[in-house]
């Protein structure tokens, strides 16, 4: 069984997920606006994986006896100067979850949760990849200039 706190913390991850989906959904929905159909496709399921995300923390409460809640989900940012500065955007929010994934682990250690420790580390992990494959994208942006982009755009497009 899992304890109140570590369910509330786990719960609070769920919001934050979501609310992820809905910022790369917003992001994915710009990009098609702006004619970089690539990008979006990207973004669209980069949103999806961001849902992923909080179906396999809500699974796991339930799992351990928990209750998984979805809350209200704050408004997200919307409009973006360019495809630059949307995955600029991108890497810094991924940073910040990395952050909340940790502060998540901290918890789920002071409570002394083994399994959820062990659980929370796949997220740890995972947290390495996006912010890789976010700074990598926002490098390759840099590096191809705006001639560039269109080969950018067609290779996200193979996501
Ligand atoms: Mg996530």
Not at 20 to 29: A, G
Not at 68 to 75: E, H, L, N
Not at 83 to 102: P, Q, R
Request: charged fraction near 30%; aromatic fraction near 10%.
């Amino acid at each position: 069984m899992i304890t109140e706190k570590l369910q509330k913390a786990i719960n609070d991850q769920i919001t934050a997920e979501l609310w992820s989906s809905n910022l790369y959904l917003q992001m994915s929905y710009f990009l098609e606006k702006e004619g970089w159909s690539g990008c979006a496709h990207w973004m669209m399921k980069q949103s999806e994986e961001e849902k992923e995300h909080a179906n396999e923390l809500a699974h796991y409460l339930i799992k351990r006896g928990g209750e998984a809640k979805v809350s209200m989900i704050d408004v997200v940012p919307a409009g973006w100067g360019s495809v630059l500065e949307v995955f600029e955007h991108v890497y810094k929010h991924e940073c910040h979850v990395s952050e909340l994934i940790n502060d998540l682990v901290d918890i789920a250690s002071a409570e002394k949760d083994k399994a959820s420790q062990d659980f929370l580390w796949g997220f740890v992990r995972e947290q390495v990849e996006e912010e890789a494959t976010a700074s990598d994208i926002v490098a390759k942006i840099k590096r191809a200039g705006e001639s560039g982009l269109f080969f950018i755009d067609s290779q996200l497009a193979q996501r």
